[in-house]
């Protein structure tokens, strides 16, 4: 049997992953595990390094939506595959590299939510673990799910003038039951703006998905500096 | 004669409860997204940047075939139920051949034809102004007035409000059952000042639930029988029972029945070419799910909230190509500009969208501005340059061919600004509101981009 190298198998599930093949990423993952190359090395330099190919492809929009929702798919399957070679410790230690954390929602009584699905797919393909809760998700459910996993920054989508107040309603919650300074609340969606943002004190308002990434990561960078 | 819609209403419903089971995800991606991919791939349909009105007929009618053929095979999913409404052709083409070509929409000396339109149609659009967006409660009446007193205007759309008595309008809320009766009936107001009690009015756009919608329903003080509701869409082809629920009630009441679908280029869809088909495909939900007489069909840009960019000005054009030459179906081409109220910008793309939607056999729906994001931005004057561009091509007989040389003489004016356009100004800083006129510096504006847009072909009324 040909053994392929460590170098032509990485960049086979680069190129499986960009290609949006999931079955192809799958089996070149057990192929990586099988070659006994170093998973975490095959994750970074495969995984991350065709993650960040598929995200510019999106900005400049060479991908839309669909390729970015298999690239996510190949990702996750191969990802499934490669942990499974990895020790708990080393998980562990994966874990706690991550960009950070988000619990992501399309607010109460908002059933729009490709916006949302757009922003869950960037942040994972950047390296954040998302929770992401759906469409016309309930405020106190939502505030239950951050108590619950912690997370560095609770995101909140609404398309609908209507609904916009529902991204107040998890604030007043937050700030009601005493925790809101431990999330970064950022709010976006079709008819929210930043004067909006500023009104409910969120943290941050972006326009786009991408710039509702780069956002993030600047929060949580200045969040882990104080 | 009105016969269809409704078309078997009992029979659809049994479906949304029977169809086959399919997770959202799986009808995302395994069954819209790859049975879109072949349709696209087996007529060749392709967006040409340089050709924005395609005088291809045969382009239009590849594209309906496409959109029927992925409709019949995906269907609409009911999220509600986690299933999907299918039907055979035999069905869509019984629905097809008993559906209204026109419908007669308003009261008394107010009321007017709504109909289907062919491409290069003599017949004008039917032009439906609209400001498609939020506004202070104080602003409600006369922004309203200004939008209904327009010449052109044979219906009219509220501005939506998103406080009543101060109070914040929630959907789902007993506030937002508050707010939309009070839409209904501050509208109906605003209708008898400007002399026109019985013109067309689309509503009621403040109440997103369906309790709230069936509140405002009163033929007394709300909304009429020869009003038009609302059954909107979840993108792509998906319904709920709240959707449903409005659908049901409408009909029973007795009002019109719209559609209102934008899908989303960028989004599931993929891009110009898999909107089109969707867009086509959304018409035929239009009449057997949404079972409405009329559609409002916005396609939007996913991150900027626009259509009148070249993708989207051709897929526009496609889409009404398509429905033109193969269906009975009545539509109205929603404008969603990047820029706002009082810049030159608005008055171009507003041009662009109310030039292309025309020849190619639309009726009008104008126009949200500002990538519909901030209160209180939009007035009538956007409105009145697309609409009338409409009338003019209408009147003159303009061809696609020639209508693509205008397009493409519009574009390079406001193109490259697009993701970076100005919000304009607002309102009150456009109109005197005492008055409820424009300001003279905004007719100015107005005047000068009409002369230099007639110096370089642009037809109007």
């Known amino acids: 049997m040909l053994v392929l190298s ?38 970074k330099e495969g995984i991350s390094s065709a993650a960040k190919i598929v995200g510019e492809k999106f900005e400049t929009g060479e991908f839309f939506l669909p390729q970015l929702l298999l690239a996510g798919e190949a990702m996750e399957s191969a990802s499934n595959v490669l942990m499974s070679g990895i020790s708990e410790k080393k998980r562990e230690e994966l874990e706690s590299k991550r960009a950070g954390t988000v619990v992501l929602a399309t607010v109460s009584g908002d059933i729009h939510d490709i916006g949302k699905n ?14 992401d809760l759906g469409r016309d998700v309930d405020s106190m459910k939502i505030v239950e799910k951050a108590t619950e996993v912690k997370p560095d920054i609770i995101g909140l989508s609404a398309l609908m003038t209507t609904t916009m107040p529902a991204q107040r309603e998890v604030i007043d919650l937050l700030n009601a039951m005493g925790v809101r300074n431990e999330f970064i609340v950022m709010v976006g969606g079709g008819s929210t703006n930043r004067e909006w943002a500023e009104e409910i004190e969120a943290d941050g308002w972006a326009e786009t998905a991408e710039e509702a990434v780069r956002l993030a990561q600047r929060l949580i960078e200045k969040k882990r500096r104080q | ?143 309203s007035m200004a939008y209904l007193q327009e010449p052109l205007a044979d219906g009219v759309c509220a501005p939506i409000l998103d406080t009543i008595e101060g109070i914040r309008i929630k959907a789902g809320s007993p506030i937002e059952i508050k707010g939309s009766i009070a839409h209904a009936m501050m509208f109906r107001e605003a209708a008898r000042r400007v002399g026109r009690p019985g013109i067309f009015l689309q509503s009621v756009g403040t109440a997103e639930t369906d309790a709230a919608q069936i509140a405002a329903s ?43 679908h934008g899908p989303m280029y960028g989004g599931y869809c993929g891009g110009a070419e898999g909107t089109a088909v969707v867009g086509t495909a959304y018409h035929i939900q239009a009449l057997m799910v949404n079972q409405a007489y009329y559609s409002n069909y916005f396609p939007i840009h996913f991150k900027y909230s626009f259509n009148t960019s070249r993708e989207l000005l051709w897929l526009i054009s496609v889409t009404y190509q398509a429905l033109a030459r193969n269906t009975p179906f009545i539509s109205l081409s929603n404008g969603f500009t ?32 500002a990538r519909n ?16 561009i409409g009338h003019g091509i209408a009147k003159k007989g303009i061809k696609r061919s020639e209508a693509n040389d205008i397009v493409k003489r519009i574009l390079p004016k406001y193109e490259n600004k697009l993701t970076e356009a100005p919000i304009g100004k607002t309102f009150s800083e456009c109109y005197d509101i005492k008055t409820i006129t424009p300001r003279e510096d905004y007719v100015e504006l107005y005047n000068k981009v009409k002369k230099e847009l007639m110096d370089i072909g642009v037809p109007f009324l």
């Not at chain 2, 967006?47 to 019949?72: G, H, M, R, T």
């Not at chain 2, 659908?247 to 559609?259: D, E, I, N, R, S």
């Not at chain 2, 209160?375 to 697309?386: F, G, L, V, W, Y």
């Open chain 2, 218 to 260: 009163n033929s007394t003080w709300g909304e009429r029988l020869t009003d038009g509701r609302f059954v909107a869409s979840i993108a792509e082809l998906k319904v709920d029972y709240s959707l449903l629920n409005k659908m049901v009630h409408f009909h029973q009441y007795g009002c019109f029945v719209g559609a209102l």
């Open chain 1, 118 to 131: 757009i922003l869950a797919l960037l942040l994972a393909v950047n390296g954040f673990k998302v929770y």
């Open chain 2, 1 to 143: 004669m009105r016969l269809v819609p409704p078309w078997r209403i009992n029979e659809v419903l049994k479906r949304a409860e029977t169809g086959p089971i399919c997770l959202e995800r799986d009808f995302d991606l395994k069954v819209l997204y790859s049975k879109l991919q072949s349709v696209i791939k087996e007529r060749d349909i392709k967006f040409d940047p340089e050709v924005i009105i395609p005088s291809d007929n045969s382009l239009a009618d590849d594209v309906w075939k496409a959109a029927l053929e992925l409709y019949l095979e995906v269907g609409t999913l009911c999220l509600s139920t986690h299933r999907r409404i299918l039907f055979d052709e035999s069905e869509i083409k019984e629905a097809m051949s008993l559906s209204s070509r026109e419908i007669v929409v308003g009261s008394g000396k107010d009321a007017t034809r709504m109909c289907h339109r062919e491409i290069e149609d003599s017949k004008r659009p039917f032009c439906l102004f609209s400001p498609d967006i939020t506004c202070d409660e104080e602003l409600f009446i006369p922004m």
């Open chain 2, 373 to 388: 994001k901030y209160k209180n931005r939009a007035t009538p004057m956007e409105a009145r340059m697309a609409c009338e």
């Open chain 2, 338 to 369: 990047a820029a706002g109220s009082f810049t030159p910008m608005v008055l171009y793309e507003a041009a662009a969208h109310g030039l292309v939607s025309t020849v190619s056999g639309a009726n009008l729906w104008e126009i949200a501005v």
């Open chain 1, 6 to 43: 460590e170098k032509v198998l990485i960049e086979k599930l680069r190129q499986s992953v960009i290609e949006c093949d999931e079955e192809a990423a799958k089996k070149v993952a057990g192929e990586i595990l099988k070659a006994g190359v170093d998973p975490v090395k095959a994750i």
